[in-house]
């Protein structure tokens, strides 16, 4: 079975700075892994995934992330934040083939300071 | 656009009553997903449903059941309501299970209070 892991559950940085949300990830098998952003009092949305290809992922908003097979990890980067990036954020991993489940980890959540 | 809604965005419930919570997605997909969410845990999966009719149990069914009868319509039931089952209830739908696919859309979540 495969798991997640975001070892940073609160993240400060002052606007303008750039920002790394860390996630890392086990599966012995192929997977597909996608990062979510929750804003206040609302549902999940999708920020970016990785299925296959160039392991360099933008997504919307200006975040990006990097798939990194070899350190088993798909962390998010943004180079200049903004207060309106302040959210909570979502990495999830499913494995390739056939039915499987989606595995989130526990959030990181980003505080943007002005 | 995917459109996924929750029949309430807050609901407040005494212990030992019977909870309905309803979710309607409108792209025909045929997967649909219930989690809770909670502080410091992430997101939780109850129950999910592949087809109509058809559900599975996710890592914490206990306490909740669920109802698909139809495609767009997934229902959470909570058969009587306890404390430790306040929460955040997310309800989200997938075209499929793989690849792109597996992509979740999520609904905006039901605060449920229960006293």
């Known amino acids: 079975a495969q798991s997640v892991t975001q070892l940073d559950s609160q993240v400060p940085v002052f606007e303008e700075a750039p920002v790394e949300l860390r996630c890392n990830y086990s599966?012995?098998?192929?997977?597909?892994l996608f990062w979510y952003v929750q804003y206040p009092n609302q549902g999940l949305q999708l920020l970016l995934k990785?299925?296959?290809?160039?392991?360099l992922v933008k997504g919307i908003n200006g975040f990006e992330a990097e798939f990194n097979k070899s350190q088993t990890s798909f962390h998010l980067r943004k180079p200049s934040v903004h207060i309106s990036d302040t959210a909570e954020y979502f990495c999830?991993?499913?494995?390739?083939?056939?039915?499987?489940?989606?595995?989130f980890g526990t959030g990181t959540k980003l505080q943007v300071i002005p | 656009d995917v459109k996924v809604t929750q029949s309430s965005r807050y609901l407040v419930k005494r212990t030992g009553e019977k909870v309905f919570l309803e979710c309607v997605q409108d792209?025909?997909?045929?997967?649909m997903f219930w989690y809770r969410q909670d502080p410091g845990l992430g997101l939780r999966l109850i129950y999910f449903?592949?087809?109509?009719?058809?559900?599975e149990k996710g890592d914490i069914p206990e306490g909740y059941s669920v109802s698909r009868e139809k495609k767009e319509r997934f229902s959470l039931i909570l058969e009587s309501a306890s404390t430790n089952q306040t929460s955040m209830y997310l309800c989200?739908?997938?075209?499929?299970?793989?690849?792109?696919?597996?992509?979740?859309?999520f609904g905006p979540g039901t605060r449920l209070t229960v006293t």
């Open positions: 989200a739908s997938s075209r499929g299970t793989s690849g792109r696919a597996a992509e979740q859309y």
């Open positions: 599966s012995s098998v192929s997977v597909y």
């Open positions: 990785y299925l296959s290809g160039s392991t």
């Open positions: 999830a991993v499913t494995l390739s083939g056939g039915y499987q489940k989606v595995t």
């Open positions: 792209m025909d997909h045929e997967n």
């Open positions: 449903s592949y087809d109509v009719k058809m559900k």
